[in-house]
């Protein structure tokens, strides 16, 4: 895997993502992001098994590929760079490189079939609500979630 990109659209999509990860997971590849690089997009998914975001944003692929990176790292280390052209490339010793400037710095990576299969329902159901009618529902159930970050899951 080997591809180029806007470092604020990957901090921007990262962050976005990494909302999703698994804090203390029992099973380590759940603490990562998923890269996949196909066609002209990179993909970043998270996932605690419950909840999953996915994030896809344009890039410039020159070999297509995935990897998981620990989440943790490689959210604290983008978020830096968004002035940069950052180049993400898959070694083959288990490493992630990442090139920006005159700077390279490598992450260690989990192989990508231990990232759980994300089965997406499109067949399903769906129903559809007008803004103001999905506001008042917001505004009648707020009152039930917790205001102390420290236990989010409320």
């Not at 994030?55 to 620990?70: H, Q, R, S």
């Not at 288990?94 to 490598?106: A, F, M």
Request: net charge negative; hydrophobic share 40%.
């Amino acid at each position: 895997m080997k591809l180029i990109c806007d470092g604020l659209d990957l901090s921007d999509a990262v962050l976005k993502v990494s909302k999703a990860l698994s804090v203390k997971a029992a099973n380590p590849v759940l603490e990562g992001i998923k890269i996949a690089a196909h066609g002209d997009t990179l993909t970043l998914t998270a996932t605690d098994t419950e909840l999953t975001i996915e994030k896809t944003i344009k890039a410039d692929v020159l070999m297509e590929g995935e990897t998981v990176v620990v989440g943790k790292y490689f959210v604290d280390f983008v978020k830096k760079l968004e002035k940069e052209q950052v180049e993400l490339c898959r070694l083959y010793d288990g490493q992630l490189q990442i090139k920006y400037s005159d700077n390279e710095s490598e992450l260690q990576v989990f192989p990508s079939d231990s990232f759980p299969k994300i089965e997406k329902d499109t067949e399903g159901g769906y129903f559809e609500i007008s803004q103001a009618d999905f506001k008042q529902v917001v505004e009648r159930t707020v009152f039930a979630c917790s205001s102390d970050e420290s236990r989010p899951i409320l």
